[in-house]
């Protein structure tokens, strides 16, 4: 992989040098500062990165400044950025992944840890490349082969604190007991789904996927909450300052705006999306494998909701009718 890391501590920069030489076959690129790796990726001969280490705390620019400038160039916008800082503040690493960090790893940071989150982003450029082939190559895709899963993450470009999946795990993974205070995990999941999936190209799914994303990040404006597309028609969100939200009153607020927003395939035929919403889990006093827990709740319950609908909706048209 060709890596941009960033600091101003020379001896930082030194340490990630010799890390990068011993752990494979990569190409590392240093700057000392945000506005000279700016300087860096915006000259055209600069042959394109495949990751980035860069650290919050830096004068003129810091790192999380940064990760929101590399992110609005679209040759960069879903490239791995793994932050390597010492603050530990929760403030910092709800800001970062935000701004559309991958991951957030503290200083004094172990080489073990490093070794298997430099790992791990190997194994996301890769797939990442795969996926966003199959999904951007055409708007018009007509194999079956070049489908995207519909279980597969997807990752949303531009929606206001919408993060990806794998990004969101790692975020969770940094959550702390005390920082657990207020914070609630819920999830919406699209109606019909499969539906959509089988009759929709790769792209017009996407489409899809992304406005309705857009529109749930409409309605939760004005609270502090990060959220992730996780698959199978599901959004997954986790919010902050103790709000705890009336899932049926969001749900609804939701469902207004799709039935007010024209949403169309490429026949120029109008899709009537709409979404349930799951239950509220409170993530207080949770830690480690609970929290993950406590999001897979918050997903499955949201996927039992749309089939109840969609099950209520059969029931409905059975009403009356004889064998």
Known sequence: ?????????????????????????????????????????????????????????????????????????????????????????KRYVDAAFAAGATDYVTKPFDIAELTARVTMVEGLVESRRERNRKIFATQNLAEPEAHVELYEPISIYDVENVIDYMAMENYVEQLTRSALFGSTTFAFTIREALQFHQSLS??????????????????LEGHQYLMSYAGNGTFVCITESGWRPDMARLMDAVNLSLAQTELYNNKGERLQARVSAGQAVRLIWKSGASLMDAMAQAHASAEDASMAFEQSKHDFWQMGQTA
Do not use: K, W
């Open 202 to 219: 790769s792209f017009e799914f996407y489409s899809l996927v992304s406005d309705v994303a857009e529109i749930i990040s409409d309605t």
């Open 1 to 89: 992989m060709r890596i941009l890391a960033v600091d101003d501590d020379p001896i930082i920069l030194e340490l990630l040098t010799q890390f990068v030489m011993a752990i494979g076959d990569h190409d590392l690129t240093t700057a000392d500062s945000a506005t000279d790796a700016l300087v860096v990726l915006e000259n055209p001969n600069t042959p394109e990165f495949d990751c980035f280490l860069f650290d919050v705390q830096m004068p003129a620019m810091d790192g999380i400044s940064l990760t929101r400038s590399v992110r609005s160039m679209a040759t960069y916008a879903d490239t791995p950025i793994l932050m390597l800082t010492a603050m530990a503040d």
